[in-house]
């Protein structure tokens, strides 16, 4: 059975910094493209950033181009998404999934493959 656990987040002023994990067990992150989502309250759920099964290719949201960056430790089956300067936009719950393709700009269908966990809370106060 395939879970993945985020955590990290936490409540944090802007301009400051959070760096998001996701634990991957029943899948090996190394095969599978895998991304981060997250949902504002009142929302639907939107990509932020993703990384391709291989490694070699990153896409991110236009919305955090160039402040988040997302990496994975396949030593420790674990993505992660580092956030800098962040704004009270980003405040939301922040997810972990796998995404069934990418395209250009990132997922090509907002489906992913397993159940959604229960996210982490990121809040930037305005």
């Known amino acids: 059975q395939v879970q993945l656990v985020e955590s990290g987040g936490g409540l944090v002023q802007a301009g400051g910094s959070l760096r998001l994990s996701c634990a991957a067990s029943?899948?090996?992150?190394?095969?599978?493209?895998m991304a981060w989502y997250r949902q504002a309250p009142g929302k639907e759920r939107e990509f932020v950033a993703a990384?391709?099964?291989?490694?070699?290719?990153?896409y991110y949201a236009d919305s955090v181009k160039v402040r988040f960056t997302i990496a994975r430790d396949t030593a420790k089956n674990t993505v992660y998404l580092q956030m800098n300067n962040l704004k009270p936009e980003d405040t939301a719950i922040y997810y972990c999934?796998?995404?069934?393709?990418?395209?250009?700009?990132?997922?090509?269908?907002?489906?992913?493959?397993?159940?959604w966990g229960q996210g982490t809370q990121v809040t930037v106060p305005s």
């Open positions: 990384i391709s099964w291989s490694g070699s290719s990153t």
């Open positions: 999934n796998s995404p069934f393709s990418l395209g250009r700009g990132g997922p090509t269908s907002s489906r992913a493959r397993y159940t």
């Open positions: 029943g899948l090996t992150i190394s095969t599978y493209n």
